[in-house]
């Protein structure tokens, strides 16, 4: 955990960050894991958009796959830096304000 609060702290920009809690806030929950399609993740950001858009400070590509990974880090990221909250369950991860 350590880590990847190093890297994101080093490659996140800080600005919009708290926007992204605050939406998370408002109780939107997003459902990642190894087994959902990379597709789905584009659909599910829609109800944080500003996560999907901080997904860009990673990597630019527009590979479904690529931006995927570079989500569960935004919201890995928000995670360890105390922001939103994780749940496991069934195999899937839930980022959510609990």
């Given at each position: 955990a350590e880590a990847i609060k190093d890297v994101f702290q080093e490659y996140v920009q800080e600005h919009g960050l708290a926007e992204i809690a605050e939406i998370f806030g408002r109780g939107v929950k997003i459902e990642v894991g190894d087994m959902l399609p990379s597709a789905y993740y584009a659909e599910r950001l829609k109800r944080?958009?500003?996560?999907?858009?901080?997904?860009?400070?990673?990597?630019?590509?527009?590979d479904a796959a690529v931006r995927a990974s570079c989500v569960e880090f935004i919201l890995a990221g928000l995670y360890v830096t105390d922001r939103i909250s994780r749940a496991e369950y069934r195999g899937k991860i839930v980022y959510e304000i609990s």
């Open positions: 944080v958009p500003p996560a999907w858009e901080k997904a860009f400070e990673i990597n630019v590509s527009q």
